[in-house]
């Protein structure tokens, strides 16, 4: 079983831990870390985007972020990610590599097989710089279907025009974004 920390409205933890499962079954607020594998071809800004396993308890069959995954509790992000890297995409990174894009708060409610799941997330948001081909990463076969890498300009907009199935926040996108852009500027 998963236990996360429950946190306040800053990700801190409040000392009340619970299953992953009640999280979100009640919609207690958790962490989560969030990283986006980006690479350039040929002058072309790019992201991996992997494809849900349609055995997921939510989104099931729709393309996500790189790598994602849920804090444990008494863990912190950064470890949390290296691990989510290491576990879903085969990836052995350094915590030097992650580059912090921000914070986000969500939350939403949907019914995924037939149950009511609730979410309500705080993230923090890393971009990673990674230029290998998609066969080179080994998806865990329980979470990820695939691996795709998507022009990013074209992700964006299809991501905004809902022309692809995903479970991805345009916001989060943007904030990718201007953290490449402003290490493109430096």
């Not at 992201?47 to 804090?71: F, M, N, T, W």
């Not at 085969?90 to 409610?109: D, S």
Request: proline share 5%; charged share 35%; net charge negative.
């Amino acid at each position: 079983m998963e236990w996360l920390d429950i946190v306040d409205e800053n990700g801190v933890p409040t000392g009340q831990v619970v299953s992953r499962q009640e999280a979100h079954r009640l919609g207690l607020r958790h962490r989560t870390s969030h990283v986006w594998i980006v690479r350039r071809r040929e002058g072309n800004l790019q992201v991996l985007l992997q494809k849900r396993s349609e055995e997921k308890d939510s989104y099931p069959g729709c393309y996500d972020i790189s790598s994602a995954g849920h804090i444990p509790a008494g863990a912190d992000f950064v470890p949390s990610a290296l691990r989510e890297l290491k576990e879903e995409l085969g990836v052995t990174a350094r915590p030097e590599e992650l580059l912090y894009c921000g914070q986000r708060r969500f939350r939403f409610q949907e019914v995924f097989h037939g149950r009511p799941f609730r979410d309500d997330q705080v993230s923090n948001i890393y971009v990673m710089w990674l230029d290998w081909d998609e066969d080179r990463f080994l998806p865990q076969k329980e979470e990820i279907s695939e691996v795709r890498w998507f022009d990013f300009a074209d992700c964006l907009r299809r991501v905004e025009e809902g022309s692809i199935p995903t479970c991805i926040f345009p916001e989060e996108l943007r904030m990718v974004l201007r953290r490449v852009e402003e290490d493109n500027r430096e």
